[in-house]
């Protein structure tokens, strides 16, 4: 991850936790950045600089204002606003494992082509937490491009139970 | 030349001396006529010698009987002059005269001509000599010329027998050369030919087993995608996953 994300990350973390809700900033903050990756246009909205910076937080605040916490539209109007929207995503992964950290558990990035059940999330982060040795912190990310099943990736370790994966797998077994 | 010169002189002589013994001989017939006519003497002819004769003549001319048969007997006389002298024994003055003339045409024969004829018969016997001294080396020469000439054809011959021996075993590497470069291009191509049609086989086999993956996964696909529209299917397939994350598997 580049150091320039780790440092917002370490602000933003340094912020919550001063204002004593890095769970839940840590926890929107990967919404937002989900959400973000889900849309190219407002991807490329909060992108473009030829925007004035007033405006793309503006946008931001739009978007976030009473759905997310004050700390966090803060958080990310301010990235917003320093021009460093493509690198919300690290910044947030990276905010989430400083979150899980603090609390002694690792994250792990969940994508499933359906949203998850709250019994599911349990039982996957019970699983998952079994596997690893160490608690874990369950990040799901809808994305149907893998068709099926889930894909959980722990730090460098990746466990790819996808329908895609699996075809995948097959077409190299031909 | 004057040699030849003295020859024809010394012939001239013998000639000549061979005629005056002839003129010897002719003499002794005259006198014997001559004196048979001097002797003559005719029954019923007047005179003697030399008119009886006359008389005679003219009595036969005048065909006086008898005349004639008298001038017949008077010619057989005469003719007997005329008889050869013996063929064994010549004349004492025949002998004498061609006994000079041998010794005279002897002598300038030896004077002469006999040492023009040795000297003649020397020069041609030299050149003879010569001749055939000169055929003897011409002989020799080309002896040797044929001696060498062999010698030099019997070296071409082994040269060319050589050349001939090695040119058959040059052509006999090249040949074999050239058998064991085809043979190894023909392996080689073989060995091509034989990788070409196995690389050619994998090709079609693994190209046949992609579009029949192909086929196959776009079949599956297809199957899933229906299947994958079911919630149902969505859900126990998360179940599935955290059961054998559970379980230690992925």
């Not at chain 1, 917003?80 to 558990?105: M, P, T």
């Not at chain 2, 017949?72 to 008889?83: I, P, R, S, Y």
């Not at chain 2, 579009?211 to 998360?238: K, N, T, W, Y």
Request: aromatic fraction near 4%; glycine fraction near 6%.
């Amino acid at each position: 991850m580049a150091e320039r994300s780790v440092s917002y990350a370490d602000a933003v973390a340094a912020v919550a936790r001063a204002e004593g809700n890095l769970d839940l900033v840590a926890d929107e903050l990967f919404r937002v950045a989900r959400a973000l990756e889900g849309s190219d246009e407002l991807r490329m909205t909060l992108s473009d600089r030829q925007i004035p910076a007033a405006r793309r937080q503006q946008i931001v605040e739009d978007l976030l204002g009473g759905h997310a916490s004050d700390t966090t539209t803060a958080m990310v109007s301010m990235i917003v606003a320093a021009g460093r929207s493509s690198d919300l995503a690290g910044i947030a992964q990276e905010a989430v494992e400083i979150n899980a950290r603090d609390r002694g558990r690792s994250v792990a990035e969940v994508r499933s082509a359906v949203a998850l059940t709250d019994d599911q999330a349990e039982r996957l982060a019970a699983a998952l937490s079994a596997a690893t040795g160490h608690q874990v912190d369950v990040k799901v990310v809808v994305d149907p491009s893998i068709m099926g099943g889930v894909v959980a990736t722990i730090g460098d370790e990746v466990i790819d139970g996808s329908v895609r994966h699996r075809l995948s797998q097959l077409r190299d077994t031909f | 030349m004057s040699k030849r010169l003295w020859a024809a002189a010394a012939v001239v002589v013998a000639a000549v001396a061979l005629s005056a013994s002839a003129a010897s001989a002719a003499e002794t017939v005259g006198s014997c006529i001559l004196d048979e006519i001097a002797a003559a003497e005719f029954e019923g002819i007047e005179g003697d010698g030399f008119t009886a004769a006359k008389n005679l003549k003219t009595a036969y001319e005048a065909k006086v009987e008898g005349a004639e048969e008298l001038k017949k007997d008077f010619e057989k006389d005469l003719e007997g002059c005329l008889e050869a002298p013996n063929p064994i024994i010549p004349e004492v003055t025949e002998i004498i005269w061609g006994g000079a003339a041998f010794i005279v045409l002897l002598a300038l024969m030896k004077w002469k001509l006999f040492p023009v004829v040795k000297n003649l018969m020397e020069q041609r016997t030299q050149r003879i000599q010569d001749a055939i001294d000169d055929a003897d080396r011409q002989r020799a020469e080309a002896a040797e010329v044929k001696a060498n000439y062999e010698a030099e054809l019997a070296d071409a011959k082994a040269e060319a027998a050589r050349i001939v021996d090695e040119a058959r075993e040059q052509a006999g590497a090249v040949r074999a050369d050239l058998q064991a470069r085809a043979e190894a291009d023909i392996a080689e191509m073989r060995e091509r030919a034989a990788a070409d049609v196995e690389a050619s086989k994998r090709q079609a086999i693994a190209d046949l087993q992609s579009e029949v993956s192909d086929i196959a996964l776009g079949a599956a696909e297809a199957v899933l995608g229906r299947s994958l529209e079911d919630p149902e299917m969505q859900r126990q397939l998360v179940d599935d996953y955290i059961a054998s994350v559970g379980a230690g598997q992925d």
